[in-house]
């Protein structure tokens, strides 16, 4: 049985930080990529950030880019989404789920957490 939990999200103001986090646990990840999505209410699931477990590249959504970096510790098994200048737009669910290969596409992730709801005020 694969698992994925997130936590971390919370209420914060505008330019504030917070740290997701993404635990993983029911069988080896190492070969698999990690990524973080998002779905504000009304719209579409959107894609944040991956990443491979065993490292190397990682891709950001443009309206993140320099903002936020996705991270991993494979002692933990656990992936991170630190964001940093937060704006109101960045309010949603987000979600982290595992894919065979690194891909940005949500249709292609096998597995997926419960969601973590960020809310960022003006």
């Known amino acids: 049985q694969v698992q994925l939990v997130e936590s971390g999200g919370g209420l914060v103001q505008a330019g504030d930080s917070l740290r997701l986090s993404c635990a993983a646990s029911?069988?080896?990840?190492?070969?698999?990529?990690m990524g973080w999505f998002r779905q504000a209410p009304g719209e579409e699931r959107e894609f944040v950030a991956a990443?491979?477990?065993?490292?190397?590249?990682?891709y950001y959504a443009g309206s993140v880019k320099g903002r936020f970096t996705i991270s991993r510790d494979n002692a933990k098994s656990t992936v991170y989404l630190q964001m940093n200048s937060l704006k109101p737009e960045d309010t949603a669910v987000y979600y982290c789920?595992?894919?065979?290969?690194?891909?940005?596409?949500?249709?292609?992730?096998?597995?997926w957490g419960q969601g973590t709801q960020v809310t960022v005020s003006s």
């Open positions: 789920a595992a894919a065979s290969n690194l891909v940005t596409t949500a249709s292609l992730y096998d597995y």
């Open positions: 029911g069988r080896t990840f190492s070969s698999y990529a």
């Open positions: 990443l491979r477990w065993s490292g190397g590249i990682t």
